[in-house]
Each structure stands twice: as structure tokens, then as C-alpha cells.
Nanobody, 125 residues
């Protein structure tokens, strides 16, 4: 069992930056690949970024590539999403999720085993 709690969401102006954090509790955090997803108003939840268990590989949606960076600290049981050059289209509730390593697809939300409650990011123009 893994519990996930996101933080760091806020209202920010376009062009600004935010860093989201996801704190994990429970056993064997380092056995889980981690991902960030987001749900914009009126839209389905979509993949944003993912990272492998040891942080060696990262993956991004085309819409955030070059602007967002996912990272993790297994010693602190945490995963982060650094978001730069924010645009209004990034407005959404952001969720972190855990997927047991080697199972399913990193891009598909239904393949993730645990989810946080989400944190709101609002980007004003």
C-alpha cells in the first residue's frame, strides 16, 4: 500500500514557475515507477510525465516537453514536478500516481495502482 499526497499547487501568472511535490508513505516506494497526470476543466485526465524507479529515465507529454521536469528522491519518498514557462493551458488539477515497476504502461492512467488527491494549478493570462 502506498499513500500519496500532492502539494505546491497555486495561482500563477503565465510565464511563471511552480514546483509540485508528492510525498509517499508506505512500503517500498523505490519499487514504484511514478507519474504525474492532470485534468483540465471539462477534459479527461491526461498523462504529463513519468519517471522510472531509480530516476534514470523520464518521459513527457509533447505539450510539456522542455518546460516541465520530473524528478524523485527515494531517500525522501518523494517525487517532484518542476513546471516552468507556464501557460493558461496548463491550468488543471495535477495528480501523482504510483505504478508497480514493470507493470502496464507509464502513459495509461488505468495502469497506475495508487493516486493522490490532486493539487490545483491555475495559470492566469
Amino acid at each position: 500500500q502506498v499513500q500519496l499526497v500532492e502539494s505546491g499547487g497555486a495561482l500563477v501568472q503565465a510565464g511563471g514557475s511552480l514546483r509540485l511535490s508528492c510525498a509517499a508513505s508506505g512500503r517500498a516506494f523505490s519499487s514504484y515507477a511514478m507519474g504525474w497526470f492532470r485534468r483540465a476543466p471539462g477534459k479527461e485526465r491526461e498523462f504529463v510525465a513519468a519517471i522510472t524507479v531509480n530516476g534514470g529515465y523520464t518521459y513527457y507529454a509533447d505539450s510539456v516537453k522542455g518546460r516541465f521536469t520530473i524528478s524523485r528522491d527515494n531517500a525522501k519518498n518523494a517525487v517532484y514536478l518542476q513546471m516552468n514557462s507556464l501557460i493558461p493551458e496548463d491550468t488543471a488539477v495535477y495528480y501523482c500516481a504510483a505504478r508497480f515497476a514493470g507493470s502496464g504502461s507509464r502513459y495509461r492512467e488505468h495502469d497506475y495502482d495508487y493516486w493522490g488527491q490532486g493539487t490545483q494549478v491555475t495559470v492566469s493570462s
